[in-house]
């Protein structure tokens, strides 16, 4: 059963939603309450960036707690 933890956090201009699973190790931080993607780029970093259209909707960091 996956542990998921998830936080939402208000800064002055923006919402960010931050989700961490526990048994895979990975963040994932949303620019929108409930996100829709139709292609993603990774990175040779472990940073995974979500898009919609040419829209930046979200990143998934694989291997969190290492960084």
Do not use: C
Not at 13 to 24: G, S
């Amino acid at each position: 059963m996956k542990k998921q933890q998830s936080k939402k956090i208000k800064g002055a201009r923006e919402m960010l939603w931050f989700d961490y699973d526990q048994d895979t190790n990975v963040l994932y931080v949303h620019f929108e309450a409930t996100p829709s993607s139709n292609h993603s780029e990774m990175h040779e970093d472990g940073i995974i960036l979500d898009y919609r259209e040419k829209e930046l909707v979200g990143l998934t960091i694989l291997d969190a707690s290492q960084r």
